[in-house]
């Protein structure tokens, strides 16, 4: 399974890709959305962990290009969300429910937390 590892914190990135890396996943990583849409133009993945607020493209509008790709209904999309200075968790990720991500994760979480989600995140 590939999957592409979206967050603007280095160390958020590090971690979850250690993690899955250790599990036998194949990742690869994007410090900002405007890189998560290069990847995705130019490779398929079968999984997004995406963060929601990022600078120079957010998690709304990374979603909202893989709909103008027509790849929003063949990839799982979890998102993630610590929340930030303007905007809380819960409610970034209940914006992200109400675009269709198949999952949440709240930050901080657990590897057992992640790995449930990936292998439970249904294709659309």
């Known amino acids: ?16 890709s250690r993690a899955l890396v250790a599990e036998g996943f194949d990742c690869e990583t994007a410090a900002n959305g405007r ?3 290069e990847h995705i133009r130019k490779d ?4 997004v962990l995406l963060d ?4 120079e493209a957010d998690g709304v509008q990374v ?11 063949s990839l799982r999309v979890i998102a993630m969300s610590g929340g930030g200075e303007t905007l809380p968790g819960w ?24 790995l449930k989600q990936i292998r439970a995140a249904p294709i659309q």
């Open 52 to 55: 929601v607020l990022m600078p």
């Open 44 to 47: 398929d993945y079968d999984v």
């Open 1 to 16: 399974m590939k999957i592409l590892i979206v967050d603007d914190d280095e160390q958020v990135r590090r971690f979850v």
């Open 91 to 114: 409610y970034a990720g209940n914006l992200m429910e109400m675009l269709g991500v198949q999952a949440v994760l709240y930050k901080p979480f657990s590897v057992d937390e992640l």
């Open 63 to 73: 979603l909202n290009e893989m709909r103008n790709l027509s790849l929003s209904d």
């Open 35 to 37: 890189h998560a849409i």
